[in-house]
Nanobody, 126 residues
Framework: QVQLVESGGGLVQAGGSLRLSCVVS????????MAWFRQAPGKEREFVGV????????YNGDSVKGRFTISRDNAKNTVYLQMNSLKPEDTAVYYC???????????????????WGQGTQVTVSS
């Protein structure tokens, strides 16, 4: 049974930090590309960034680069999203997702992911 379980969300003031975790089971985590997406109320799900099997990381543009860090621990079947200098516009439900794809041109597309977590709410107050 495949499971992706996110945790670490919560309420934080602007400028604060949170670390999200996504623990995976039911498939071979080490060979999957793992991504973080987020969805704010009334908006489409947005690609945050991705970490490939070899720990190569790509972030979505400049909105999170330099503030967010994605990492993975294959021994723990876990992917992380460290979020620093949080802004109110970072408020969203954050999801982790898994795919066997590795071509960067397809990774921002939600339809290319095989498995999804249930999401964890991040709220940043001003």
């Amino acid at each position: 049974q495949v499971q992706l379980v996110e945790s670490g969300g919560g309420l934080v003031q602007a400028g604060g930090s949170l670390r999200l975790s996504c623990v995976v089971s039911g498939f071979t985590f080490s060979i999957y590309t793992m991504a973080w997406f987020r969805q704010a109320p009334g908006k489409e799900r947005e690609f945050v960034g991705v970490i490939k099997w070899n720990s190569a990381v790509t972030y979505n543009g400049d909105s999170v680069k330099g503030r967010f860090t994605i990492s993975r621990d294959n021994a723990k079947n876990t992917v992380y999203l460290q979020m620093n200098s949080l802004k109110p516009e970072d408020t969203a439900v954050y999801y982790c997702a898994a795919t066997r794809s590795f071509a960067m041109r397809v990774l921002p597309d939600t339809s290319n992911y095989d498995y999804w977590g249930q999401g964890t709410q991040v709220t940043v107050s001003s």
